[in-house]
């Protein structure tokens, strides 16, 4: 290895010069192109095949520190070693695992190697610009060019969801069009491998940009393999591809911030495969992509019902379903809260609305008189089991326990999350998580506290063979990430430390 010159600092992390060269002469370093909390990314040279690449390096910011002279990589800390030393790991298998990838709509890996005490991994270099700088420039995209990137994207993501990966950071940024507009998939960072009997095996960090990650992912809520995850990211993209503007965060649409519609001009097929594809609640989006591009097709009619009342809000996409368990009322389906979209709705294309909202109040009454009687009284909570239900954060699960005269969980009680979902047992407070629990995922278990539906205080462990037994103690933000308090390995050790979500030493 030579290096010409020393590694320039950007921010406080040092990134390698141009001209240095790496794995004995093979790969020279020809500038800096972008770097984020766990990585550096550079365009390089392959000497031999006069070829440019891309080239990733592992460089943890918050815990690496990089040699001036040799540009070795070292660990701040001794106890952060061991946290570096796995998310490394982590890192190269990715990197393996995506070599064995091939298609013209993905980054091609070509090579992973271990120097300087890190890692990288050698990708094709594409000459072009992202979707997001196209939009930044161009502004909002007329609608026949966002489709034929959305169908690049999406033939690429249907190749990566037969492998029984998810990619969990689609977004414009993470998407380039090369010079013969085509459409390339990149940056699978936050991606993760799901073996077919065992569930996921491998994974790395978990993206979650606001606009473009769906509710279940926002709340860490991934660890069994669905591609409607991604789904939802694709149409978020096809969303500011058609208006140049970021979608509302997935958090805020689940407590009733609308949508802005798309352009008037948009063609009521990928009116519809939007709002399938953003739909909130994630068993009632498209399930794969095939069924995505068949709304976009035009070949299967999806009609957006947002239902909104004082406690829940439940959306219905393709033909109606029964909503069992979630709290409706007749001021439910006033006219004016039936949300389109952009799309034109006739008062005669109505008529299967107000029965299907006559049949559900029934249904919902029906129900009520088997289990209650003459319905609650002053003697105590009404007791249900397994009743279906969907919060207006768009949380939804199956609900055993105490309730309030209209249906809604309100006391002592355990719910579970559609589709293999964590198991949440304690308080509830009108339809939210509230107080103190025992809450357990596919990743983990916590015991501590919820607040406004989301974990406030106590400890997470995780389970999963990666990091068995490491656990964080403390406070979470709105967003469940650590904000203060400490991590710790299996055998108790200190890792790290959070104040108002920053590491310290």
């Given at each position: 290895?030579?290096?010409?010159?020393?590694?320039?600092?950007?921010?406080?992390?040092?990134?390698?010069?141009?001209?240095?060269?790496?794995?004995?002469?093979?790969?020279?370093?020809?500038?800096?192109?972008?770097?984020?909390?766990?990585?550096?990314?550079?365009?390089?040279?392959?000497?031999?095949?006069?070829?440019?690449?891309a080239i990733k390096e592992f460089f943890v910011k918050d815990f690496c520190n990089r040699d001036e002279t040799t540009a070795h990589v070292t660990v701040g800390t001794l106890s952060k070693r061991e946290l570096v030393d796995r998310l490394r790991q982590k890192f190269v298998d990715e990197a393996r695992a995506l070599s064995r990838l091939s298609h013209p709509g993905i980054v091609r890996v070509s090579d992973v190697f271990e120097e300087n005490g890190t890692a990288y991994f050698v990708m094709d270099y594409i000459e072009g610009l992202s979707l997001s700088d196209i939009v930044a420039h161009e502004g909002q995209l007329p609608e026949w060019r966002a489709v034929n990137y959305i169908r690049q994207v999406a033939e690429a993501l249907n190749y990566v969801h037969t492998h029984n990966r998810l990619h969990l950071d689609v977004k414009p940024s993470n998407i380039l069009v090369d010079s013969s507009d085509r459409a390339v998939l990149i940056d699978f960072g936050a991606s993760k491998q799901y073996d077919e009997v065992n569930g996921e095996n491998t994974s790395t960090l978990m993206g979650k940009t606001p606009g473009y990650a769906p509710l279940?992912?926002?709340?860490?809520?991934?660890?069994?393999?669905?591609?409607?995850?991604?789904?939802?990211?694709?149409?978020?993209?096809?969303?500011?591809?058609?208006?140049?503007s970021t979608p509302p965060a997935s958090t805020l649409l689940a407590s009733g911030t609308p949508l802005p519609p798309l352009p008037a001009a948009t063609s009521s097929s990928v009116v519809r495969a939007i709002e399938a594809a953003m739909n909130i609640r994630k068993e009632e989006r498209p399930q794969d992509i095939p069924s995505f591009l068949?709304?976009?097709?035009?070949?299967?009619?999806?009609?957006?019902?947002?239902?909104?009342?004082?406690?829940?809000?439940?959306?219905?996409s393709g033909e109606p379903t029964e909503q069992t368990g979630v709290s409706l009322t007749a001021t439910d389906f006033d006219e004016n809260q039936i949300a389109t979209s952009g799309a034109s709705t006739t008062k005669g294309s109505r008529w299967w609305i107000w029965a299907v909202a006559v049949l559900g109040c029934i249904a919902i009454a029906a129900i009520s008189f088997i289990l209650f009687g003459e319905g609650g009284d002053d003697n105590g909570p009404i007791m249900v089991k397994n009743m279906k239900y969907v919060n207006s954060r768009g949380v939804a699960f199956v609900y055993s326990g105490e309730c309030t005269a209209d249906s809604i969980p309100h006391g002592?009680?355990?719910?579970?999350?559609?589709?293999?979902?964590?198991?949440?047992?304690?308080?509830?407070?009108?339809?939210?998580?509230?107080g103190e629990c025992h809450y357990t995922?596919?990743?983990?278990?916590?015991?501590?506290?919820?607040?406004?539906?989301?974990?406030?205080?106590?400890?997470?462990?995780?389970?999963?063979?990666?990091?068995?037994?490491?656990?964080?103690e403390g406070t979470f933000d709105n967003e469940e990430n650590f904000y203060t308090g400490t991590f710790y390995d299996s055998e108790g050790h200190e890792i790290a430390h959070y104040s108002h979500g920053a590491l310290i030493d």
């Open positions: 290895m030579s290096i010409q010159g020393k590694p320039v600092a950007v921010k406080g992390q040092a990134y390698l010069p141009a001209g240095l060269i790496l794995q004995g002469g093979k790969y020279r370093i020809v500038r800096f192109i972008n770097s984020g909390g766990f990585g550096c990314t550079y365009e390089a040279e392959h000497i031999m095949l006069a070829k440019r690449v279940e992912q926002m709340a860490n809520d991934v660890g069994q393999f669905r591609p409607s995850v991604d789904i939802y990211a694709l149409g978020a993209t096809f969303y500011k591809l058609l208006t140049g068949s709304i976009l097709d035009g070949e299967q009619v999806v009609n957006a019902v947002v239902v909104e009342g004082s406690h829940s809000k439940a959306i219905a002592e009680g355990i719910g579970k999350g559609y589709d293999g979902g964590g198991l949440y047992k304690g308080r509830y407070s009108h339809g939210f998580r509230e995922t596919t990743d983990g278990e916590f015991k501590g506290s919820f607040a406004n539906d989301i974990m406030s205080q106590g400890r997470f462990t995780w389970t999963d063979s990666e990091a068995n037994g490491s656990y964080y």
